[in-house]
């Protein structure tokens, strides 16, 4: 089985700082890790992943997430925050071993950036 | 590639009334998979298609929800008949086997 638990259903910060969205995961084999973006009236947007190699990933729009085994974590990151990353963000995670091709989504976190 | 291209974008529709949801799916790609989305419930997987095959339906609510892939760019969702507690934003998506979702931008039904 197959599992992503996303803590929080809101993150708030100021423009500028950085900000961590934060991600869990479980699954019986590897992990094959995924992050979307959703804007407000839009369809889910790819973001980043990771399969395998180096723990720290890099996507689109200068987020980063880092992928930490022990943990089994895979939280996205961004160094300064901007208005427009306001959004809703999913993690998603597939087992590579596990013999399906459906990744099971988080229930979301809500971004919001304050000016 | 124009991207997952998905529709109508709007639809409202009376009870009990069929409703017809489109999808095309990226050039190339043989996954394909329906989603719902309500503020209550979250991101639903509905179905889900590899290589025009439906592989797990095991998440479409009930008889009156049934979804075709008549070739390997094209699948329909259809709701007969169609029900208030329908009302959602249904999201199709298509990948390579295995790999990241492209999403529509989405069919936003109401059912009065």
């Known amino acids: 089985a197959q599992s992503v638990a996303q803590p929080e259903d809101q993150v708030n910060v100021a423009e500028g700082n950085p900000l961590t969205v934060k991600c869990t995961y479980s699954?019986?084999?590897?992990?094959?890790l995924f992050w979307y973006v959703q804007y407000p009236n839009r369809g889910l947007q790819f973001l980043l992943k990771y399969i395998t190699g180096d723990n720290l990933v890099k996507g689109s729009y200068g987020f980063e997430a880092e992928f930490n085994k022990s943990q089994t974590s895979f939280h996205l990151k961004k160094p300064s925050a901007l208005v427009s990353d306001s959004a809703l963000y999913f993690c998603?995670?597939?087992?590579?071993?596990?013999?399906?091709?459906?990744?099971?989504f988080g229930r979301g976190t809500s971004l919001i950036v304050h000016p | 590639d124009a991207g997952v291209i998905q529709s109508p974008r709007h639809e409202v529709t009376e009870m009990g009334q069929e409703v017809t949801l489109r999808c095309k799916l990226i050039?190339?790609?043989?996954?394909l998979f329906w989603y719902r989305q309500t503020m209550m419930r979250g991101l639903e997987l509905l179905i889900y298609f590899n290589n025009n095959v439906p592989i797990d339906d095991s998440g479409m609510p009930e008889d009156r929800f049934s979804a075709k892939m008549p070739n390997a760019s094209f699948s329909t969702l259809k709701i007969q008949p169609s029900e208030p507690r329908d009302s959602a934003v249904y999201f199709c998506?298509?990948?390579?086997?295995?790999?990241?979702?492209?999403f529509g931008e989405g069919s936003r039904l109401t059912v009065l």
């Open positions: 998603a995670v597939r087992d590579m071993g596990g013999g399906s091709y459906i990744p099971t």
């Open positions: 699954v019986s084999g590897n992990p094959y």
């Open positions: 050039s190339g790609h043989n996954s």
């Open positions: 998506a298509s990948s390579y086997t295995g790999g990241e979702l492209f």
